[in-house]
C-alpha cells in the first residue's frame, strides 16, 4: 500500500480551513496534513496544527525562497489556506502544478494583492455581484493569478453585508477544498 500524500499548509491566520483539512484527512489513506507554516507566530491555525499532532514551522523570513523551501522539504502537495504572502518564484517553480490556494471570491474577479478576508466580501457587495464563492487554483507567481481548478458558487443576497457574505463563502470554501485536495493528492500518488 502507497504512503499517503504529504501536504503542507502555508497559513497566515485563524485556520478554519486548515483545521476543515485536518478533519477531513485525518484517516484519508490518500493525503496527510504533515506539517503547517505560517508568516505569523501568533497565528491561530499553529495551535490547531499542534493540536492535531503536525509539525508547525514559523518562518523567519517568508520573502526568502531558500528558509520557506527547506520548511517545505520532503512535501508533496502545498496547500495556502489563508496565507497573505506572496510566494517566491524559486518556491513556486519547484511545486508547480503542486501548489493551490483557496480564495474567498470568484477569481479572477475580486483577487489580487490586498484582497483578502473582509476586503474581499466588501468589494463583492459594493460592486453589486449576484452571487460570490470560492475558488481554488495553481498558484503562479501572482496573486490569485494561476490556472483555476475549481469554483463552488454562493448567492448575495438582499440585506447581506460582509459578515453574512463571509459566512456562506467559507462553508463553500470547507466543502470545496477538502475536495480539491483529495483529486490532486490521487494524481501524485
Known amino acids: ?31 496527510r496534513i504533515a506539517r503547517v507554516i505560517s508568516n505569523r507566530p501568533d497565528a491561530g491555525a499553529l495551535a490547531r496544527a499542534r493540536r492535531a499532532g503536525v509539525q508547525t ?10 528558509e520557506l523551501l527547506a520548511a517545505l522539504e520532503g512535501s508533496q502537495l502545498v ?21 493551490i490556494n483557496i480564495h474567498p471570491a470568484l477569481l479572477p474577479d475580486f483577487g489580487g494583492p490586498g484582497m483578502y478576508g473582509h476586503r474581499v466580501h ?6 453589486g455581484a449576484k452571487e460570490s ?27 447581506d453585508d460582509a459578515e453574512a457574505l463571509a459566512a456562506r463563502v467559507l462553508e463553500a470554501e470547507h466543502r470545496l477544498l477538502p475536495r480539491v485536495v483529495l483529486d490532486l493528492a490521487r494524481r501524485i500518488t
Open 79 to 99: 496547500i495556502l489556506a489563508g496565507y497573505l504572502k506572496l510566494v517566491p518564484r524559486a518556491v513556486v517553480s519547484q511545486f508547480r502544478g503542486r501548489m
Open 122 to 127: 466588501a468589494a463583492v457587495l459594493a460592486s
Open 133 to 159: 464563492g470560492a475558488t481554488v487554483h495553481f498558484v503562479d507567481e501572482e496573486f490569485d493569478r494561476g490556472p483555476i481548478i475549481a469554483q463552488e458558487k454562493v448567492p448575495v443576497k438582499p440585506g
Open 57 to 66: 514551522t514559523v518562518l523567519r523570513d517568508p520573502d526568502d525562497a531558500a
Open 1 to 31: 500500500m502507497t504512503q499517503p500524500v504529504r501536504v503542507a499548509v502555508l497559513v497566515s491566520g485563524g485556520g478554519t480551513n486548515l483545521q476543515t483539512l485536518l478533519d477531513s484527512l485525518q484517516q484519508s489513506p490518500i493525503a
